[in-house]
Structures are given as C-alpha cells and as structure tokens.
C-alpha cells in the first residue's frame, strides 16, 4: 500500500456578531515513517454558560498533552493509544469540572477528535460538533461521522413555542457523561470535516458537499468557503473548521 499523504488546513473565526471566540481547536501531523499521522480536534465552548472560552481552551491543551505524551511514547501502539485518547476525554472532563468549581462558574465544551493513525481513521467525540467524510470522485457523497449528543425541545419565548436544539452530553457538565468513537479505514481521495455548528445550522449536507467538490480538494479553500458561505448565510454563531484531504 502507498504511503497515505495528510493536506490539512484550518479556520477559526468570531463569526459576524460574537466578541468573543470561544472555539478552540489544533491540527497536527507527523511522518512515522510508514504512515502519515495526526489529530484534527475542533472544541465548542458552550455559550449559554460563563467562560466557555476556558472550557475549550483545556479540551485541546489536554488533546495537546496526549500528543505528546502518549501518543509520542506510544505510536506502535494502536489500541493502547485508542483507548488512551478516551481517557484524554474523560480527564479533560474532569479539569473543566474542578476549574468551574475552583472559580464558581458553570463552564462546558463539546469536542470532536480525528485521529489518523497507521491509515485508519479514529474518532473520539462528545456533543454537537461534527465530523464529516467526503468521498468519491463520479458519484461524491458525504457522511456524518459524529453522532450529536442534543435533542430538540419545545420553550416558550414571549408567548410563543420556539424549537431549540439543547446539548444532552459534553465535557465539563457532570462526572459521568456519553462519548461516541468509531475506527475506519483511510482511503485516497477522501476529505474529513471537523467543524462547530457554526458551520453546519444554515448549511444542509447537500450544500456542504458542494462547497467541498467546488475546492478540488484545496484544504485551504475548502476551509475559506465554508467560512465565508455561513457568514453570508448569517450564522450569528462562532465558526471553525478543519480540512483534512487524504492522497498518495
């Protein structure tokens, strides 16, 4: 098999109404001699509670760390480092919850972790933060990844029910809370979208798919029209997103 090349590229933006950004997220590769590896994380800080800016910032610090600490130490080792990274979450978890505690504030974040390693595709993710794939050079299609940890409910605001969409799990609410991963194959051709729902509220799965095929595969370009695609939408909401193209 041929060595499995990584073109990444990233954006991360305020958005049109927000100050302040409280999207966090890192992208890293590394040649390991055989294979191309790395980890492509996008962390959503929760805006109805204070700091969610922090809660974000330590999510990736802490996928940070596991760079390269484990995965540095480990890279032989593909099921101690899948497991591992599960640990990274539940400790991230933790630090957020004491952190809140320490300065009496209520802080959380969702997360979504790709891991490309010895040429499959690890996922590690909890909340509303997406991971895509996109394939296929005659019929292109795209397929989400992720599953959201949110539900919809019914509120009355100003006399009148309004739809919202609620988080049900991220890091930093409770002790115990649901994750989401999954392992795939790599393969040529292929493009990975890791993304905050900034991106994908005003933007169907058909629409996004066009905006990638419109980019052949220019990571850069990808990350550019997304971004400017919801802003002209009108996403009032921070935006970030990761673009991840898999060649030979």
């Given at each position: 098999m041929k060595k499995?090349?990584?073109?990444?590229?990233?954006?991360?933006?305020?958005g049109i109404v927000k100050e302040v950004n409280q999207d966090s997220f890192v992208f890293k590769v590394v040649d390991t001699g055989d294979y191309y590896s790395g980890i492509f994380a996008v962390a959503d800080g929760v805006g109805g509670l204070e700091k969610g800016e922090v809660a974000s910032a330590v999510a990736i610090s802490n996928l940070n760390k596991w760079w390269e600490h484990e995965f540095k130490s480990h890279y032989q080792d593909q099921p101690y480092l899948v497991k591992s990274l599960i640990t990274m979450l539940k400790t991230a978890n933790l630090e957020i919850i004491r952190l809140g505690q320490a300065e009496g504030v209520k802080m959380a974040t969702t997360m979504s972790v790709l891991f490309i390693h010895m040429n499959q595709a690890i996922i590690a993710h909890v909340g509303d933060s997406r991971i895509y794939k996109?394939?296929?050079l005659i019929s292109p299609k795209i397929l989400q990844l992720t599953q959201d940890h949110s539900c919809f409910i019914n509120r009355e605001v100003n006399g009148r029910l309004v739809r919202k969409n609620v988080l049900t799990d991220c890091l930093g609410n409770k002790e115990e809370f649901k994750?989401?991963?999954?392992?795939?194959?790599?393969?040529?051709?292929?493009?990975?979208i890791i993304c905050s729902d900034g991106i994908y509220k005003t933007m169907n799965d058909k629409e996004l798919l066009k905006v990638i095929r419109s980019a052949k595969n220019d990571v850069q370009a990808i990350c550019s029209s997304l971004t400017d695609k919801v802003k002209s939408n009108g996403e009032t909401d921070n935006i970030s997103v990761i673009a991840v193209h898999v060649s030979e």
């Open positions: 499995r090349r990584l073109d990444v590229a990233g954006i991360s933006d305020a996109a394939s296929g994750y989401f991963s999954t392992m795939e194959p790599i393969n040529k051709n292929e493009s990975y």
